[in-house]
């Protein structure tokens, strides 16, 4: 994992599957206990450079390719292990979850409207139409326009009354997910576990929605190099809001500050959905730098502080 340094490959991927895989892919968590006493197998991951060896990485890699999951992975993984390990030089793990509007929503329709959005880490930018989804906030009637892809949340307390309107849209990215290009949105369903057919189905109707859509403007590169000059593109008449879920943990602690202070001297509102160091079990939403809920990694909660 990018930011976790380990001792061992074989810590690495015991960990994994005992802290991330446990409870939510039992054939990742299977494999990771086979991969961790498999001495042959980990020479193999430690001759890529150290951030290439993460089991995300190979697990997406070997299903990219079309390989098992089962018992049959570390078999099937040595046998093409020129592809897999091309497959995991050439990639990065990277997500791009549409439930998390289900955290963002609310804090968005509060703010005077229209929107121009702007998100840093965008991946294929499927954050970036929170008005284009239906959302099912527990013990609530639906709420938002038809739409093929639904959202679902566990919540109490306050929840929007009116959605948000949305006059641009634009995102930065390290590596944006082209959405018309089969390969590398395929890629980015490899990297949904295998178990959880739920995401795999959300993923695919959004991305389906957002062909449909007119493309948001979206630049490759780093958030901290091209924010500034993102925000001056907005439309004037909007309120400009840049924000972010699951992007900050990628960056560097000096990034991470310089990203802020940027943010801070712009005229936006900021929402940040992300984890925080050492805490374990979900993220924090932040409105302008203030705290404001707990949510599920990936918007299956949310839990106003
Ligand atoms: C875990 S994904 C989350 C994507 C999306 N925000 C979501 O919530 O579904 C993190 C994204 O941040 C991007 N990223 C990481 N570091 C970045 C940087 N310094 N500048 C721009 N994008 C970055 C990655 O390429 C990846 O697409």
Redesign the pocket.
Known sequence: MIGMSESTTADRYRSFGRLEAQGNSPAYAARCEEIAEDAAFLAMLDGLPEPKRQPNLLFGAVRFLGGPVDERLRTWATTHWDEVSAVMLAR?T????PN?CASLLPLLARLPQPLALV?????AG??LFPDKYRYEYSGHPPFGPPSPVVLACRTEGPLPERMPQVAWRAG????PIDITDPEQTRWLEALVWPEQHERLARLRAALAMARAEPRPLIVR????EHLEELVARAPTGATTVVF????LW??TPE?RERFARTVRRLPVRWISNETEPGRVGGCTLSLDGEPVARTGSHGQFLDWL
């Open positions: 990065s990277q997500t791009n979850e998390r998100e840093v880490g965008t991946s499927l954050c930065i990215d390290l590596n590169g780093d958030l901290n972010h879920s699951a992007v990628y960056l990034d």
